[in-house]
């Protein structure tokens, strides 16, 4: 079955240093997305794409963060410069397309700033 | 108001009996709902989902019943088994959009045998 992976698992990286999490969506899958768990708390929207560029953002996606899809098949969300606030667990997903709803989510990448 | 609520926090349900998870919300824009069970350490799974043009659905133990009126929907999990121990999202779509999902805080399920 067809699934969205993500790397890498773990990534533990020191404040103000750059991170790229990568993602491979469904490969027939047209949207994706970014979507960040805090510990403890509920799974939160960061961005969506389509088409090759950002379809909607929410208010935690600022200008630290960037999203790329480099080729046909990876998805990867760039923080700029860390903050120690940005711990998260961070989950990529994937929408077939219009009318079908349905997103299928990614294992996470657990990221630590430190 | 771009929020599902999401009760109770935590549920202790013994193995064989019915587990209930509720959500409310209040955007009416809202147009497709979700649930989704997560393992610890691992992504969001998508359970089941309803859209708002019906009041039940069934798949397996698993049933959403939603009530369009009172703005509310809940998960019934029957016959619980220990197996079913996860957090539990409820999410919501807004109509129109890039299928931006709005999630619940979650429920922590443990059944116990």
């Known amino acids: 079955e067809p699934e969205v992976t993500q790397t890498p698992s773990h990534q533990v990286t020191q404040m103000g240093q750059e991170v790229i999490l990568r993602c491979v969506p469904i490969?027939?899958?047209?949207?994706f997305y970014w979507y960040r768990q805090i510990l403890g708390q509920k799974v939160e929207f960061l961005v969506s794409?389509?088409?090759?560029?950002?379809?909607?953002k929410s208010e935690i996606f600022d200008d630290q963060f960037s999203v790329e899809r480099p080729d046909g098949s990876n998805f990867t969300l760039k923080i700029r410069s860390t903050k120690l606030e940005d711990s998260a667990m961070y989950f990529c997903?994937?929408?077939?397309?219009?009318?079908?709803?349905?997103?299928?989510f990614g294992p996470g990448t657990r990221l630590t700033v430190t | 108001q771009q929020q599902v609520k999401q009760s109770p926090q935590s549920l202790i349900v013994q193995k064989g009996g019915i587990s209930i998870i509720n959500c409310a919300y209040e955007?009416?824009?809202?147009?497709?709902f979700p649930w989704y069970q997560q393992f610890p350490g691992k992504g969001p799974a998508l359970l089941i989902a309803?859209?708002?043009?019906?009041s039940e659905k069934k798949e397996g133990r698993f049933t959403i019943s939603f009530n369009k009126s009172a703005k509310q929907f809940s998960l019934h999990i029957m016959d619980s088994q220990p197996g079913d121990s996860a957090t539990y999202f409820c999410a919501a779509r807004i109509s129109g959009g890039y299928n931006k999902l709005i999630f619940g805080a979650g429920t922590r399920l443990a059944v116990h045998p």
């Open positions: 309803i859209r708002p043009d019906v």
């Open positions: 794409f389509y088409n090759n560029e950002i379809s909607e």
């Open positions: 490969s027939n899958h047209l949207y």
């Open positions: 955007n009416t824009a809202f147009d497709y």
């Open positions: 997903a994937s929408r077939e397309g219009t009318g079908e709803y349905e997103q299928y």
